[in-house]
């Protein structure tokens, strides 16, 4: 199939109009038309309910939809594969929370530039459904996660457990207010069960989504909220934060996601070496 069919069916589905897709893709009404046409007649399904208004999916579309996605993501890949071809022997295309870049996954980079440096990386922040997704249609190489995926073809296989402690830059002895409460926003399972335990900050007056960047706010003004204890420690260490006592903690669990059927050669090297950097915050962690 075109490629450009694809890509001409997602903006009109994301555009919800035949005449904003064309202008966005600098074309005529009627080449976004024929293409639209043309794609419904090879699926022998209509895609797009056409009104005054503009155009909506119709069920065929919907499900449709995903397939195009993957179609042109794919084809990007392959894109850049192919430029790549003449300077890196392979390419890994990895995706993983942006908590776990932070001060875990950019040291396992690192060692892979240093150690493999004809393998192309390319790191990507996800959310879990995208990750999800990605991994099942092929287009990501590798996924960490705080799930494992049950997904025939994947192997999930457990690194270490992330654990999520309250940290405040107040003074001792000094009173948490609830206004000098920050939320930061570590994905939805945290959000989903920070929820559940302290409904009282289910407005906070500042919510971050920063990662790691989220802990100078801390440093610079007497606040509290959640980070993984692995970014915090060294700052605890330091006495520049520290740990209400009893305060509450959230464990998750976190997996390396990779295809079953694999180039064990070229591969296993790259896995080996995420393992000895969980290792690493294993032992951290245990100090």
């Known amino acids: 199939m075109d490629i450009n069919l694809a890509r001409t069916f997602l903006t009109v589905a994301e555009t919800?109009?035949?005449?904003?897709a064309a202008r966005r893709m600098s074309l005529t009404q009627s080449t976004v038309s024929a293409r639209i046409r043309s794609l419904e007649e090879q699926l022998d399904r209509e895609l797009f309910e056409r009104s005054k208004s503009g155009a909506t999916l119709t069920t065929a579309g919907e499900?449709?939809?995903?397939?195009?996605?993957?179609?042109?993501?794919?084809w990007h890949t392959a894109q850049i594969d192919?430029?790549?071809a003449d300077v890196h022997r392979d390419r890994l295309l990895v995706g993983a929370p942006r908590s776990l870049w932070d001060g875990f996954l950019l040291n396992w980079i690192s060692f892979l530039?240093?150690?493999i440096p004809d393998i192309a990386v390319d790191a990507r922040s996800m959310d879990l459904a995208y990750l999800t997704?990605?991994?099942?249609?092929?287009?990501?190489?590798m996924a960490i996660t705080y799930r494992a995926l049950?997904?025939?073809?994947l192997v999930s296989e457990h690194l270490f457990d992330e654990e999520f402690v309250l940290v405040a830059s107040l003074k001792a002895g000094q009173r948490r207010r609830a206004s000098?409460?920050?939320?930061?926003?570590?994905g939805a399972e945290f959000e989903q069960d920070h929820a559940a335990a302290f409904p009282e900050h289910a407005n906070p007056g500042l919510s971050l989504d920063v990662g790691a960047i989220g802990l100078d706010y801390l440093l610079r003004t007497p606040s509290w909220g959640y980070c993984p204890l692995r970014m915090a420690r060294p700052y605890l260490k330091r006495g520049r934060l520290r740990t209400p006592?009893?305060?509450?903690?959230?464990?998750?669990?976190?997996?390396?996601?990779?295809?079953?059927t694999r180039d064990e050669e070229a591969f296993d090297p790259i896995l080996d070496a995420l393992r000895h950097e969980s290792a690493t915050v294993r032992q951290q962690a245990s100090s």
């Open 16 to 20: 919800g109009s035949f005449i904003d």
């Open 63 to 74: 499900q449709f939809r995903k397939h195009a996605l993957a179609l042109v993501r794919v």
């Open 82 to 84: 192919a430029s790549k």
């Open 113 to 115: 530039r240093t150690n």
């Open 133 to 141: 997704q990605r991994m099942l249609d092929g287009t990501l190489d």
């Open 150 to 153: 049950q997904l025939p073809g």
């Open 180 to 186: 000098d409460y920050v939320f930061f926003d570590w």
């Open 245 to 260: 006592v009893r305060a509450r903690k959230f464990i998750y669990p976190v997996y390396m996601i990779y295809p079953e």
